[in-house]
């Protein structure tokens, strides 16, 4: 059986204090409230690293560009985590 290639769909975020993160995408979806994406930080050779934590954050525009923001809607956040736990759960469960 051959082994599948993975690709991360990583992109680099830059905090208030100028420093840069890389993330990967894990999902993305749109609701009546806005768009959201949920990223996980990325380790490269992260084998036998324990698992990390996602982020969900909301995809604003200003000026023209897209930006992420933290949604502080505790009660949104978590509608948003459920909708994201069910799609990764359909999402990973063939791997």
């Known amino acids: 059986m051959a082994e599948k290639e993975y690709n991360a769909n990583l992109i680099t975020l830059i905090d208030d204090?100028?420093?840069t993160h890389e993330f990967e995408l894990l999902d993305a979806?749109?609701?009546?409230?806005?768009?959201?994406?949920?990223?996980?930080p990325y380790i490269e050779n992260a084998a036998g690293e324990e698992e990390s934590e996602y982020y969900i954050l909301q995809v604003i525009e200003s000026d023209g560009?897209?930006?992420?923001?933290?949604?502080?809607?505790d009660e949104l956040l978590d509608t948003l985590a459920e909708i994201f736990e069910e799609?990764?759960?359909e999402l990973y469960e063939e791997e």
Not at 29 to 40: C, F, P, Q, S, W
Not at 65 to 73: F, R
């Open 17 to 19: 204090e100028g420093k």
């Open 29 to 40: 979806i749109e609701t009546d409230d806005g768009r959201y994406v949920a990223l996980l």
């Open 65 to 73: 560009e897209e930006e992420l923001t933290e949604i502080e809607d």
């Open 87 to 89: 799609r990764f759960s």
